[in-house]
């Protein structure tokens, strides 16, 4: 079936990374749009994001609705700040005070140690995600952008990539290592590679965390990124 068309464009005057869901899905990652009334999504294999509406307006109960149709019966999805409580009947499976770190000022550069990986990577990058947890990472995330690993005895043990793609900026994400070789700098390298191939692209980096991740927080800041915004993050299970 083919996806409707996804017609409508971030509201001018907003920044793209004030709804960066919304912002990639009608503008570079606008291939994988599926709409469904105000609300757009990722497929689910992609990612969980769904894009609410960059103003508010029209009834809330449709908006759910819509939420609905687009999950389907007890699927997921993934937002940042709905104005208002969920239906009670609908599961939180997560609710994350989180940071959006931008990195228009840091310095970037390529490791020689980094790989470009593939899709005949994916099932190592999930077993990694798996191990080590670093946020969702489905089965064609890799489509979303460039990801770079570092392997060690021909097995991966660090990777970080490219997620959401609002105009002008991307986001790095699913920055993980292998708990055998956490302490060696791995993530503190792979994060400018990937910001490299983003800046070499004209884009600027950005990032979300957890906003209790003091570790990795510190970490991005010392790289040089800088506190943009703290949205709250929200997993939504619907009944089955």
Do not use: K
């Amino acid at each position: 079936m083919p996806r409707p068309r996804v017609s409508d464009s971030p509201v001018p005057h907003r920044h793209p990374l004030d709804n960066p869901v919304r912002s990639a899905l009608t503008g570079p990652h606008a291939h994988f749009a599926e709409l469904c009334g105000r609300l757009l999504r990722y497929p689910p294999e992609v990612s969980g994001w769904l894009a609410l509406p960059d103003e508010p307006g029209g009834p809330v109960e449709a908006d759910w609705a819509d939420a609905a149709a687009l999950a389907g019966p007890g699927g997921f999805l993934a937002l940042a700040g709905f104005p208002v409580p969920p239906p009670p009947e609908w599961e939180v499976t997560f609710r994350i005070e989180g940071v959006q770190l931008v990195g228009a000022g840091m310095a970037t550069a390529p490791d020689e140690e980094a790989v470009r990986l593939g899709p005949a990577d994916v099932p190592e990058m999930l077993d990694l995600v798996e191990r080590t947890r670093p946020g969702p990472f489905m089965v064609r995330t890799i489509e979303m952008g460039a990801y770079l690993g570092i392997r060690r005895g021909g097995a991966l043990v660090a990777m970080a990539g490219e997620r959401m793609r609002p105009p002008g900026w991307s986001e790095i994400s699913a920055v993980c290592t292998d708990p055998a070789f956490r302490g060696q700098g791995l993530a503190a390298r792979l994060v400018p590679a990937v910001a490299d191939v983003i800046r070499a692209r004209g884009e600027e980096p950005f990032l979300h965390a957890a906003a209790d991740n003091t570790n990795a927080v510190r970490l991005y800041e010392s790289l040089g990124f800088r506190l943009r915004a703290t949205p709250t993050f929200l997993g939504l299970r619907i009944p089955a």
